[in-house]
């Protein structure tokens, strides 16, 4: 069965400043998608990224961005001038590639972004 | 654009009572999938629908049932609630089953039982 980690509970950021939030994850697939997902206090599921993993390529949106480390099973989200807005619970998902049952997404725990103005 | 559906947006039961929530997908979208999210804690896969049948079952009680009709609307039926059935439960439609089409969430239905 797929796991994600997210190992750190919380994090704390600086308006305009950069941070980065980790993500593990365990499979024996190979090909699979990875997603991070932000959930604002209005407790709304929006996703930020998305990235397949058979693209070598780092996804990019705006002021995000991901590292993907496929063969470290490493999926870290970069935000880059943060903006209070970005305050927000923010999931790491996995979900299979393959159609069939495979559709649901398995989430990590999440972590808890802060931004100080 | 049209976005996932769903209602009620609150929702208080007591103990043992029953409870429907309704969840209308993305027009065109053929697939529904349910999730609860408990106090502190990350959604969890319920169970999902494809062109109305089930699809893939995740944690869902026994007491939890659930279907997809004709116009690819879901309800999620509960019954003999517990306290520990308090959660956000969030439904997500996409195009296809487990295909590269992301799921979109809808703003999910708290439900509080006392």
């Known amino acids: 069965a797929q796991t994600v980690t997210q190992s750190q509970p919380e994090m704390s950021v600086q308006e305009a400043e950069t941070v980065t939030l980790s993500c593990t994850y365990d499979t024996s697939e190979s090909d699979y998608y990875l997603f991070w997902y932000k959930q604002p206090p209005s407790r709304q599921m929006i996703l930020v990224i998305r990235q397949e993993a058979y693209k070598q390529q780092n996804a990019t949106e705006n002021r995000f961005s991901v590292n993907f480390q496929k063969a470290a099973k490493s999926f870290s989200l970069k935000i880059s001038d943060s903006q209070l807005g970005d305050a927000a619970m923010y999931f790491c998902?996995?979900?299979?590639?393959?159609?069939?049952?495979?559709?649901?997404?398995?989430f990590g725990k999440g972590t808890k972004l802060s931004v100080k103005p | 654009a049209a976005g996932v559906i769903q209602s009620p947006r609150h929702l208080i039961k007591e103990k043992r009572e029953t409870a429907t929530l309704k969840c209308y997908p993305i027009p065109r979208h053929d697939t529904v999938y349910w999730y609860q999210q408990g106090p502190g804690q990350d959604p969890q896969f319920l169970i999902s629908f494809y062109e109305k049948m089930q699809s893939d079952k995740g944690s869902i009680p026994d007491r939890f049932s659930a279907q997809q009709f004709s116009d690819y609307h879901s309800e999620l039926n509960m019954s003999s609630l517990e306290l520990g059935d308090s959660a956000l439960y969030f439904c997500?439609?996409?195009?296809?089953?487990?295909?590269?089409?992301?799921?979109?969430f809808g703003q999910g239905t708290r439900l509080t039982v006392v």
């Open positions: 997500a439609s996409s195009l296809g089953k487990g295909n590269q089409e992301e799921a979109f």
């Open positions: 998902a996995y979900r299979s590639w393959y159609g069939g049952s495979q559709g649901n997404l398995i």
